[in-house]
């Protein structure tokens, strides 16, 4: 069982940046991909980048690339999600994911909300 606990987020205005954290309690952290989704009223959720557990490959949403960028500090257990150039549309909750579905595991963060004023 992973927990994930997320920090960050908040209201900021068009074009500032946030950064969102996920701490993960399991000791075996670097076993897991890690990807940041988000959900705004009345969508479907969606992901938003992602990180494989050794960091080497990343990808992201079209809608964010070139703004956002995910990292990961293994020896701290940490995911982040460095959010720069912030859109109104880029308004949702924001959740942190650990999976490694080869083994049958996906757990969720509490999420977190980020609002972008225009």
């Known amino acids: 069982q992973v927990h994930l606990v997320q920090s960050g987020g908040g209201l900021v205005q068009a074009g500032g940046s946030l950064r969102l954290s996920c701490a993960a309690s399991e000791g075996t952290f670097s076993r897991y991909d890690m990807g940041w989704f988000r959900q705004a009223p009345g969508k479907e959720r969606e992901l938003v980048a992602a990180?494989?557990?050794?960091?080497?490959?990343?990808s992201y949403a079209r809608s964010v690339e070139g703004r956002f960028a995910i990292s990961r500090d293994d020896a701290k257990n940490m995911v982040y999600l460095q959010m720069n150039s912030l859109k109104p549309e880029d308004t949702a909750v924001y959740y942190c994911n650990a999976d490694r579905s080869d083994y049958g595991e996906n757990y969720w963060g509490q999420g977190t909300q980020v609002t972008v004023s225009s």
């Open positions: 990180i494989s557990r050794n960091g080497r490959a990343t």
